[in-house]
């Protein structure tokens, strides 16, 4: 049997949790003082997700160069960051951008957008 201590990142708390588990299967879940804490436990051991940030060449029409700051509407799969990332680095957008604009639509996965973070004229 495995187990993994971690520091909940949920709510401001930071509660110290404690997971034994077998492969995916879990045994055990301690120190949360939540539900939340008790499920982001139990996520990030069977299938742990992280919301991707990054930024995004943009010209401008005068031929100025600039980064846009991007993220992905929902977590992706922990696995498929570097692909991710691969992804975004070779985007080349063109200025105006608004925030929240689609800069590539089912991003990694069927559903999930990476999105413009800022308005950049």
């Known amino acids: 049997m495995a187990v993994r201590e971690m520091t909940c990142i949920v709510c401001p708390q930071g509660c110290k949790i404690k997971v034994e588990y077998e492969g995916s299967e879990i045994r055990q879940i301690s120190g949360f003082t939540c539900k939340r804490g008790e499920k982001y436990a139990s996520k990030e051991i069977v299938s ?14 005068d031929g100025e160069l600039t980064l846009v700051p991007v993220k992905s509407d929902k977590p992706i799969p922990k696995n498929k960051m570097f692909d991710a990332m691969e992804l975004i680095n070779k985007q080349k957008i063109s200025l105006p951008v608004e925030a929240g604009q689609v800069i590539v639509s089912d991003f990694m996965e069927k559903g999930i957008n990476l999105v413009a973070c800022k308005k950049i004229i």
């Open 48 to 61: 742990p997700e992280r919301t991707i940030t990054s930024t995004v060449a943009a010209c401008s029409n």
